[in-house]
């Protein structure tokens, strides 16, 4: 059995950093690509960011391109989310998810996930 749990979500003030991880179980991360999402309350789930299986190739919503940075280890079967220039926009439970498939933005494209870590951006 899979599992995904994230960690390091916390309070932050707004232009502050923040980093996520998200440590992968009963599995091998090369194995999968691997994804942020965030959902916000009252909001739907939002694509974040995705890292490719081998390449380590990355992709970015807009919202937080030039802003947040995925990485993974997959000797320590990690993936990191490094979030920088934080604002209250960016307030919301992060999570990460792995799939066997392609990249996609999509959160039914993703077979599974972590239960989130809150990150909250104070003004």
């Known amino acids: 059995q899979v599992q995904l749990v994230e960690s390091g979500g916390g309070l932050v003030q707004t232009g502050g950093s923040l980093r996520v991880s998200c440590a992968v179980s009963?599995?091998?991360?090369?194995?999968?690509?691997m994804a942020w999402f965030r959902q916000a309350p009252g909001k739907e789930r939002e694509f974040v960011g995705y890292?490719?299986?081998?390449?380590?190739?990355?992709y970015y919503a807009d919202s937080v391109k030039d802003r947040f940075t995925i990485s993974r280890d997959n000797a320590k079967n990690t993936v990191y989310m490094q979030m920088n220039s934080l604002n209250a926009e960016d307030t919301a439970v992060y999570y990460c998810a792995a799939t066997r498939a392609a990249m996609s933005r999509r959160v039914d494209a993703y077979d599974y996930w972590g239960q989130g870590t809150q990150v909250t951006v104070s003004s």
């Open positions: 009963g599995g091998t991360l090369s194995s999968y690509g």
């Open positions: 890292i490719s299986r081998r390449e380590g190739i990355t």
